[in-house]
């Protein structure tokens, strides 16, 4: 027997674990869509997610036989989620951005001329 068909049997006899962030994953993936609107809460926690994801990629890439498929399955869940979120944060920062520049910045103080500046918007 040679050394790499060792080392495939050692491999075939040891019970699958699951990838190491995969949960993880998932969890800030719905998180972050959960946070999508709340100024960039959405985007960072997507970031973060999409950073383990990486990783974690990479290690099932290199040795798919040591992990579940289950592991997997979350982690590409995860990262969809991640990539869903990073779209709506964007599209709310977008949001905000064009929000106070029709507003002003000098009206966001003052309640009443908000209220003003929104209602002359939908005239």
Do not use: H
């Amino acid at each position: 027997m040679t050394e790499n068909n060792y080392s495939e049997q050692q491999q075939l006899n040891q019970p699958q674990i699951a990838l190491p962030n995969a949960t993880a994953v998932l969890v800030l993936g719905i998180v972050s869509i959960l946070l999508c609107c709340c100024y960039g809460g959405g985007l960072i926690t997507s970031i973060i997610a999409l950073v383990l994801a990486g990783k974690d990629t990479n290690r099932y890439v290199a040795n798919p036989a040591m992990y579940t498929p289950g592991s997997y399955s979350n982690l590409k869940a995860g990262k969809i989620c991640a990539i869903i979120a990073i779209v709506f944060s964007l599209m709310s920062i977008a949001f905000y951005v064009w929000f106070i520049i029709t507003i002003g910045v000098e009206n966001l103080g003052n309640q009443e001329a908000t209220r003003e500046a929104i209602e002359g918007l939908f005239k």
